[in-house]
């Protein structure tokens, strides 16, 4: 069943993390990204998107990243949140919403308590934004069944993704 990815940027700061967050909802299948802040713009001019992400799906600036959600939208906030949901133990909605603080400081207490469900990346210290992205869409794609499904695909899959540069194999 085909689902909404959204993820919500809080004033990413890191030209190679927006790069690589491109990279992510690509390869995971995001639906958007909605960001606030002006720093994602002098970030996007590096073009540290090596694959062209941007072009695949919806990117928008916004005031408010809740504003205008569809009502089957859940909020997922994904920081280090007391209280929060430990990522092994989470079950994603299907649709979503994940907002992601930024890289020099939280999630707004505001957007929190306006939250369906909090989730965080038990690790010792924080990763950055482009990885937790990464971890939390893959956890997502394995969770609701979708990566047997891709797996199927077999090498056809990996021919398609990998770089021209790659053609290793086994045996």
Request: proline share 5%; hydrophobic share 40%.
């Amino acid at each position: 069943m085909p689902s909404n990815v959204i993820l919500g940027l809080l004033n990413p700061k890191s030209a190679t993390n927006v790069g690589a967050v491109l990279r992510a909802a690509n390869c995971y299948q995001a639906n958007a990204i909605r960001y606030t802040g002006h720093r994602w713009e002098r970030g996007a001019k590096f073009h540290t998107d090596t694959k062209n992400a941007a072009q695949h799906f919806d990117i928008k600036k916004v005031d408010d990243v809740l504003a205008d959600l569809t009502s089957d939208i859940q909020v997922v906030c994904v920081d280090l949140i007391e209280g929060a949901t430990p990522l092994p133990a989470f079950e994603h909605p299907a649709n979503a919403i994940y907002l992601f603080g930024p890289e020099d400081g939280s999630i707004p207490q505001a957007l929190i308590d306006r939250a369906d469900a909090a989730t965080y990346v038990p690790t010792i210290g924080c990763m950055n934004l482009a990885a937790t992205v990464n971890v939390v869409l893959y956890d997502r794609l394995a969770k609701r069944g979708m990566a047997s499904t891709i797996a199927e695909q077999g090498d056809g899959l990996i021919r398609a993704s990998r770089d021209r540069n790659n053609n290793t194999r086994i045996g």
